[in-house]
């Protein structure tokens, strides 16, 4: 009876299946000696395209790691995309964001379509393909990060310039020719409340400056129109320019020389 029980309950716990699984590794090895010589027959192409692969570690990736991994790797996949997306739908404004949303979907759509049209894919193939695909979307948000940011903020700073109150102690006239040029290359005033005065001799041309600190100022005019704003000017060197693309390149572009303020 004792010794019939043992034999029971031994029988299923001596790991004989585990031991077959193990047999058939070196068989698989086997099946890809060829001799020298034939390696130019067709029958050994199809092997360069998939990488020899231990059976253990196929079915360890396969039974183990992809269940594991893939519910992690779809969540940081989903926001990875979301943030970038979205950001990069920010900066495009709503004509934009139309036009990247539909370009989105149908690359999605189309590659997923392709990828489930190719089952012979290899799993390298295909994170290959994952890995394109989250780069080209990391692309998109990082080069609209700055747009993005900036799109809201961007009429507050055009309005945000506030005309300094009382008289102007100097006023500078600056001349827009139609030649895309201004009248000189090089202005001067003193520093406090100027008046600047631009006038148009001929096209659409503005009068802004590089400096951040003088953002927001702006003079603009169409033709022979005549546009003036005070500004408080502090000492130094600065640059002024036309905005409107290709004038400055043209020549429309001059330095502002402040000089310190008349002391009483
Ligand atoms: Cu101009």
Redesign the pocket.
Known sequence: MTTTDVEATGGPGDGSGEEAGTDLVPAGDGGDLVPAGVGALPRSRPALLEPDTDPRAEALRSRLLLPLLLPIASAVAIAFFAINLSRALLAGGPTGALILASIFTLVILGGAAWVSSQPQLSTGALSVILVVLLGFVGATGLTTLGPSSEHGGDEKKESGFVEPAGDPVASLEVD?LAT?KFQATEFSTIAGVNELVYVGKG?L??LVFKESEYRGFKLQVNGEQVDKKKIDLQPGTFTIY?N?PG?EAAG?IAKLVVGDAISE
Do not use: D, F, Q, S
Request: proline share 0%.
């Open positions: 827009a895309l096209g041309h503005t036309c409107i004038h429309m």
